[in-house]
Structures are given as C-alpha cells and as structure tokens.
C-alpha cells in the first residue's frame, strides 16, 4: 500500500496515514492536484486528502477535486492534532519575529498567536514545509506551527507545545484509490448531485433520506462552475452503498435531481479507534 499525501514529511496528512495503516509507504506531493494524479497514473495505490477540520471546517479545493475526478473514497480516518511552536534549537520566543504555517494551521491557533508581539503571520503551503524552511534557510528569528514530529525530523526545538485555541482540534481525511473496493464493511456514502432551479427542490432531494430513516452526517454545497448563483450538494449518508434504504434512495434523487454522482462507498472511521499525532513532546492527546 503506497500512499501520497499533500505536503513534507512530517505533515499531518502523512501522520494520518501513517496512523491509520502502519507500515504503509508515503510519498509527498506538493499540491492536492499531484495526489490524485500520482494515484490516477499508477505511481501509487492510494491518496489521502483532508475533507474537513472541526475548527476550520471544509477544505473546499478538495471537494471540487472528488468531483473533477473518477477516483473513489474507499477508506475515511480522522486525526485529532496538537500544534506546537517549534524553531531552531536555542532559539527563545522573544526572538522570534516571523510565524509561518499552513492558514489552517495559523487559524487554529489565533488567540496564542495574537499574543505574540511584533511578530509577522506568514501564510505557507504546508506545516512541515514551513518547518524545513526553517533548517534550510537557518532562520533565526522564525518559527513554524507544526508537529512535534517536524520539528524532530527537521531538528527543531518545540518553544510552545499545544498552542491550538482548541483542545478537540480533529481533521477528518479521505482516502481516494482507482480500485473502488473498499478497505472494511461499507456502512457510509457520499454523493454529490445537482438540482433544478425550483422552489423546495433541495428539500424534495433531502427528504428521499429522510423517508427511509437514512442519517445525513454531512451537507456541503459548492458553487456550480459556469452556473452563477447554482449550487452542487455534496451528502454523506450513514448507510452503505449496498444497503437496500441507499440504494432505493439514491434511485429515488436521481428522479428530480439533474444528474447524481456515487464519490465512494467505505466504512466509518471509529472515534474510538482515533490516535493523537504531535503529541510526542508535550503531552498524551494532540491539517493539512
């Protein structure tokens, strides 16, 4: 199992991976677009996208990716993320004059930065990334929000450990392969599918769940591209793909919706199975 990530060694899209299915192998890819493309062209079995964090909410280039392309979800895991402040070793936060991060990563953790004084908030491409920058460049004066696990692997020190405004900071990830078997008992779907112009048409479509006691863990809609002010609905449904409920139900949406895409029938990721990542320096619990 080979596995591409957006981001450096040390991201928390790879510690999800990582978490989820030990002893996998990862490879780094620098956009979310070069993730499905390393799975589409054969160069790795499987790809791992963040979908959404309890704190930042959606991460909505991917959802437009899920649709772009014919590569299912067949896996789901969540991460439960601790950020640290991490700099080059010997370096005290009185120093520091420059914080740079992922945005997700900087939102998560505003009111410790916004006690910082006279220090730059410096949006990057990657936790990690901006970790490395770090050692590359020997930046003396700057720190990154990354994983205890970053700053290890980039031989950085941790000046602040756990500064994220919330204890319960979770990222949910999905996991895309051009095989659509599922790895577990499929028990969740998702969809995406667009609807008329018409009054009450995006209840007609909610209610073919709501009649067969099908549970709605997730609604999400996105604009629709060369349709201004028309709108795509993206569902994730507790029930499997296989499920006689689903699958009358969907049949049921595709007779008033414009046109309705399957993204991926897979099983649900237990909470109780959900680890901590970048913890490792600071304490026992712990995006992109």
């Known amino acids: 199992m080979r596995i591409a990530f957006q981001g450096t060694s040390g991201a928390y899209s790879e510690?999800?991976?990582q978490r989820a299915w030990p002893g996998i192998e990862t490879v780094a890819c620098e956009q979310f677009e070069h993730v499905f493309a390393s799975?589409?062209?054969?160069?790795?079995s499987h790809g791992l996208l963040p979908i959404e964090n309890?704190?930042?909410?959606?991460i909505h280039r991917n959802y437009d990716l899920l649709l772009e392309h014919d590569l299912p979800i067949v896996a789901e895991t969540e991460l439960q993320v601790v950020h640290h402040l991490v700099a080059l070793p010997g370096t005290e936060i009185s120093q520091i004059r420059r914080v740079c991060s992922h945005p997700q990563a900087l939102a998560q953790c505003e009111s410790f930065l916004r006690s910082l004084s006279n220090v730059e908030i410096v949006a990057?491409?990657?936790?990690a990334g901006s970790a490395r920058l770090i050692q590359e460049q020997n930046l003396t004066?700057?720190?990154a929000v990354a994983s205890a696990r970053a700053a290890e692997i980039f031989g950085l020190s941790v000046l602040k450990a756990a500064i994220q405004d919330y204890r319960d900071n979770i990222t949910r990830f999905l996991l895309i392969a051009r095989d659509p078997q599922p790895l577990g008992q499929p028990d969740?779907?998702?969809?995406?599918?667009?609807?008329?112009?018409?009054a009450g048409a995006l209840f007609k479509a909610l209610s073919v769940f709501a009649l067969r006691d099908i549970d709605l863990t997730k609604l999400e809609s996105r604009p629709m591209r060369g349709r201004p002010w028309e709108y795509l609905f993206?569902?994730?449904?507790?029930a499997g793909r296989a499920?006689?409920?689903?699958?009358?139900?969907i049949v049921h949406l595709a007779e008033s919706a414009r046109w309705v895409k399957t993204l991926g029938s897979y099983a649900r990721w237990s909470e109780a199975a959900m680890r901590p990542f970048g913890a490792e320096a600071s304490m026992d619990v712990s995006t992109v």
């Open 54 to 58: 309890s704190i930042g909410g959606s």
């Open 188 to 198: 969740k779907t998702s969809l995406v599918f667009a609807l008329p112009n018409s």
């Open 234 to 238: 993206y569902v994730d449904l507790a």
């Open 15 to 17: 510690g999800a991976a």
């Open 39 to 44: 799975v589409a062209e054969g160069r790795t």
């Open 243 to 249: 499920d006689v409920r689903c699958g009358r139900a």
């Open 124 to 127: 990057t491409y990657d936790t």
């Open 141 to 143: 004066d700057t720190a």
